[in-house]
């Protein structure tokens, strides 16, 4: 039971306990008072019971959240998977990681994302595409 619930009860009480008089102008107005207090108490009541509902909810929609930010997340670090290897340009000396988007089969330099310098590479690749294009030639 709420606080303001034993309060208006505790005052239900003390109005029973006077012995006030119901047909008296003053005891229809005091006893009215007490019975919109008591709705107000309900009402209270039936909302901190929705409130607290709703702090569940909110909860768990935030674990749900976290999941899904955790899940988001080792997907983002799985993407660094396609970096080959972390280079140091010889114009710059600026370390950066070389990823298989940044150089093709068919060229032998890439440009430093730093400096926008050439850099010349050997390239063995053993992937399909270039295997293809190594038997056309």
């Known amino acids: 039971m709420s606080f303001i619930k034993e309060r208006v009860s505790y005052l239900k009480g003390l ?11 003053e005891g229809k107005l005091l006893r009215a008072m007490i019975e919109v207090l008591d709705d107000i108490a309900l009402a209270v009541e039936d909302i901190e019971e929705v409130q607290e509902q709703l702090e569940e909810q909110v909860d ?14 080792d997907e983002e670090e799985d993407d660094d998977d396609d970096v080959i290897a972390q280079i140091e ?11 298989e988007d940044m150089i093709s089969c068919d060229c032998d330099t890439f440009d430093c994302p730093h400096c926008n310098q050439e850099i010349a590479f050997e390239w063995d690749c053993d992937c399909e595409d270039c295997a293809h294009e190594e038997e056309d030639k």
């Open 15 to 25: 109005a029973e306990g006077m012995k006030i008089d119901d047909s008296a102008n």
């Open 60 to 73: 768990s929609i935030d674990e749900d959240l976290e999941e899904f930010a955790r899940i988001l997340f």
């Open 89 to 99: 340009c010889p114009h710059c000396n600026e370390v950066f990681d070389l990823t």
